[in-house]
T-cell receptor
């Protein structure tokens, strides 16, 4: 069964460093998303991406964040200068062109900023 | 704007007993509703979805949910809990149609006692 894959599963980084989280969405999906879950809190929407551009972003997704689909298969989330409060589980998701809004999620990348 | 409230962050049930997880939503448009499950160290897996067809929706692993517009609820049930049902369960709402973001509730962690 097709699945969304994310790498790495865990990443530890120093405050102020740049990190790139990688995702390979399901191959025939055209909508891509990043969500995050800070420990003990809700899963929060960060950004959606369609047709090579951001279609919607949340207040969390400020100038420190960017997304890219560099090669037609990968979908990346870059955090330019990490802060302690960026520590969270980051989920990539994708959804088909036709559907009801359900998304298919990867296993997540746990980011720890020290 | 949309929001989801899950009553009870933790639920403990005995094996073989009824599982009932409560979800109430708020939506300015006709909602599309979802339940996701997260097993330890895994991503979010879609259990079932409501997309304005039948109000009683059946999902995987014996779970079902009923959409009640008058109560703005979408509670999840399973008649007989199994040890393998121990996980965290998330209710989510979308404005529907492909590409729309999901708004999640806070999650309910289910513990199944032998």
């Amino acid at each position: 069964e097709p699945e969304v894959t994310q790498t790495p599963s865990h990443q530890v980084t120093q405050m102020g460093q740049e990190v790139i989280l990688r995702c390979v969405p399901i191959s025939n999906h055209l909508y891509f998303y990043w969500y995050r879950q800070i420990l003990g809190q809700k899963v929060e929407f960060l950004v959606s991406f369609y047709n090579n551009e951001i279609s919607e972003k949340s207040e969390i997704f400020d100038d420190q964040f960017s997304v890219e689909r560099p090669d037609g298969s990968n979908f990346t989330l870059k955090i330019r200068s990490t802060k302690l409060e960026d520590s969270a589980m980051y989920f990539c998701a994708s959804s088909p062109t036709l559907g009801w809004g359900e998304a298919f999620f990867g296993q997540g990348t746990r980011l720890t900023v020290v | 704007a949309q929001s989801v409230t899950q009553l009870g962050s933790h639920v403990s049930v005995s094996e073989g007993a009824l599982v009932l997880l409560r979800c109430n939503y708020s939506s300015s448009v006709p909602p599309y509703l979802f339940w996701y499950v997260q097993y330890p160290n895994q991503g979010l897996q879609l259990l079932l979805k409501y997309t304005s067809a039948a109000t009683l929706v059946k999902g995987i692993n014996g779970f079902e949910a009923e959409f009640k517009k008058s109560e703005t609820s979408f509670h999840l049930t399973k008649p007989s809990a199994h040890m393998s049902d121990a996980a965290e369960y998330f209710c989510a709402v979308s404005a529907g149609a492909a590409g729309n973001k999901l708004t999640f509730g806070g999650g309910t962690r289910v513990l199944v006692k032998p």
